[in-house]
């Protein structure tokens, strides 16, 4: 048995490492605008209030709740490189799992917390980024491992006991004492909701967490309505302590008030089901009836505060799917204790066939967690999904080829620019450059974000409308932006003989005004250059894809057969030969179907 434990322990940890060890492309979205504002704040000793990288709205008021992972992310790439930032997410993401699961090991027994790891972990795989929220996944999880341990773990209640007698022989009457508190771990949560708080807005999920915590030693007496008051003021002064003050508590609760664009993060599952080829999202919808089974156990067996947090981080993975990593975390301690109860019941009920029962899970368990390890390590996954990722560590910057040809060529100002490439065009090109937008929704008007840049886009004659009242110069987009304005957009600029076409790659298209530099066009050498330079599948398809927008057929066949060469496997490749079959009297697209099947 101690084999099979230490067997189990090691595929977990195994899985783990093969989703948080994967290289990043995290300077694509945020992370070097975080960099920037990192750098920043030191230089300037002060936490920019305003939108200080856009010209459009430069005096826009914005909250930076995030403002000392900036600072952390800044010093850490300035003083080592980018692949500590790596190495430190995957830990910190490893660690969160790590604590919650032993948490539920105590609780429950090794087997059953496995048992509930093994089901959510998977999800995980949509969000192992380096992200400010990742410091949010470990408080998360430690003040989750605080709440279970400090009344199930048997050294806990040792200590807690010890604590009471000793106070009692003192002569203290009002229980828990401050050291009774200590032991059991409560006097950590305002450290973890103080540096929280100014480390990301998901330290409301920490409140909720304490809320029970306290509600719960008030409902069972453990505290008295004096101690619970005097506690709980103090820990809801603690968020109050960052550089924002009541402003940076409360603006988790309206950060959505001031959202003119939508971003995926922030779909819900059915909407995304609909929308996009998230592998993952099957998954979600095959594990939810488990969940909700699960809910209803803890319900019936009276474990309502599992069966609570179970159904709140449930309903927020099912609202957006930024919530997914906290419902990984919230769900394993609850989960374990339905399948505690299912396990009992089974010896109890049918003792003859528990043991086949409990060596058959955990023999599947074990080759399931050993399985998903293979697929990840071996970037199998990655590549039959085209993913971006792989493991191991190292970092992507798709734009960085453009921004280098903008500063080279000393591109005219000001610049237009798209919602996806903006965080990117902050880092490297500010503050040679202000962009027209960025990726933060929240630091620009709603009704410039829908007007001035979604119409924009949609409509020709607002673009050119807008494009004289700022007098754009440059206009330097990501291409890969699959919304339908950006299409229309897109497509326009290319009919615009205004602007010459000078560069393209992969990812980004930039167009200029009144310049010297050649219009590319119609150039069949730069194409063909563009496509015999690039040797990575999903990159040949995005540019594929690229010329089939501009009507260029035959460079769009080129470049996808040459992606076909690299990675037959692809999905994205088995789903346009799918299209193209259907569209062909010789064509077979239920071989394609049938063959493929996870792919549709």
Not at 202 to 219: K, N, P, Q
Not at 244 to 266: A, D, K, L, M, R
Request: hydrophobic fraction near 45%; charged fraction near 15%.
């Amino acid at each position: 048995m101690r084999w099979f434990k230490l067997l189990g322990f090691s595929a977990l940890v195994l899985v783990l490492i093969a989703i948080s060890f994967v290289s990043s492309s995290d300077f694509n979205q945020d992370l070097g605008r975080h960099i920037k504002l990192g750098e920043i704040i030191l230089k300037t000793g002060a936490i920019p209030n305003t939108n200080l990288f856009t010209y459009t709205n430069p005096q826009f008021p914005f909250v930076n709740h995030h403002w000392l992972f900036e600072v952390i992310a800044y010093l850490t790439f300035h003083t080592m490189g980018v692949t500590p930032l790596l190495v430190g997410k995957a830990l910190l993401i490893i660690a969160s799992v790590l604590i919650v699961w032993r948490t539920a090991w105590k609780i429950t027994g090794f087997w059953a917390a496995i048992g509930a790891a093994t089901i959510v972990i998977p999800l995980l795989l949509e969000r192992p980024d380096i992200r400010p929220e990742v410091f949010g996944y470990f408080f998360f999880a430690v003040m989750m491992g605080i709440l279970y341990a400090s009344e199930k773990h048997p050294s806990f209640r040792l200590a807690r006991n010890r604590c009471e007698e000793d106070s009692r022989q003192a002569g203290v009457t009002m229980q828990p004492t401050a050291w009774c508190w200590a032991l059991q771990g409560i006097a950590w949560y305002p450290v973890l909701l103080a540096l929280w708080s100014n480390v990301h807005v998901t330290f409301v999920f920490g409140l909720f967490l304490t809320i029970i915590f306290i509600g719960e030693r008030f409902l069972t007496r453990q505290l008295s309505t004096k101690m619970m008051f005097f506690t709980a003021v103090a820990f809801f002064i603690v968020p109050f302590l960052n550089p924002h003050g009541v402003t940076g508590f409360f603006y988790p609760f309206f950060i959505f008030q001031n959202y003119g664009y939508s971003i995926v993060e922030n779909q819900n599952v059915f909407f995304l089901a609909q929308m996009t080829h998230n592998t993952l999202l099957p998954y979600f919808f095959a594990v939810s009836p488990v969940v909700i089974a699960a809910g209803i156990t803890l319900i019936i067996t009276k474990k309502y505060r599992s069966a609570l947090i179970l159904a709140v981080f449930f309903t927020l993975a099912i609202y957006q799917i930024r919530h997914w990593p906290f419902f990984v975390f919230a769900a394993i301690i609850p989960l374990a204790e339905a399948l505690q109860f299912l396990i009992s019941a089974v010896s109890q009920k049918k003792p003859q066939l528990f043991p086949y029962a409990k060596w058959g899970g955990i023999i599947v368990g074990i080759a399931l967690l050993l399985w998903g390890s293979g697929n990840l390590i071996s970037n199998s996954y990655y590549r039959i999904f085209d993913h971006q990722r792989q493991f191991g560590l190292r970092i992507e910057e798709d734009y960085k080829k453009a921004t280098d040809f903008v500063k080279a060529n000393q591109l005219p100002q000001p610049i237009f620019n798209n919602f996806d490439n903006g965080g990117y065009l902050d880092y490297a090109l500010y503050p040679q450059y202000k962009t027209y937008v960025d990726n933060r929704p929240e630091a620009f008007p709603a009704e410039f974000l829908q007007k001035k840049y979604v119409q924009l886009e949609q409509d020709n004659n607002n673009r050119m409308r807008y494009f004289q009242n700022y007098g754009i110069q440059t206009v330097i987009v990501s291409h890969t932006d699959a919304t339908p304005w950006a299409g229309h957009f897109l497509a326009n600029m290319i009919q615009d003989k205004e602007f010459k076409l000078v560069y393209y790659d992969s990812t980004s298209v930039i167009f200029v005004k009144n310049s010297q530099l050649p219009d590319v066009r119609n150039d069949k050498k730069y194409a063909d250059r563009a496509i015999q330079t690039e040797t990575n599948a999903i990159k040949l398809l995005q540019l594929a894809s690229f010329y089939q927008n501009i009507s260029d057929k035959d460079h769009f066949e080129d470049a996808f057969y040459k992606a076909k060469e690299q990675n037959p496997d692809s999905c994205t490749i088995q789903r346009i030969l799918y299209s193209q079959a259907q569209n062909s009297p010789f064509g077979n697209p239920n071989a394609i179907k049938q063959n493929a099947w996870y792919c549709f």
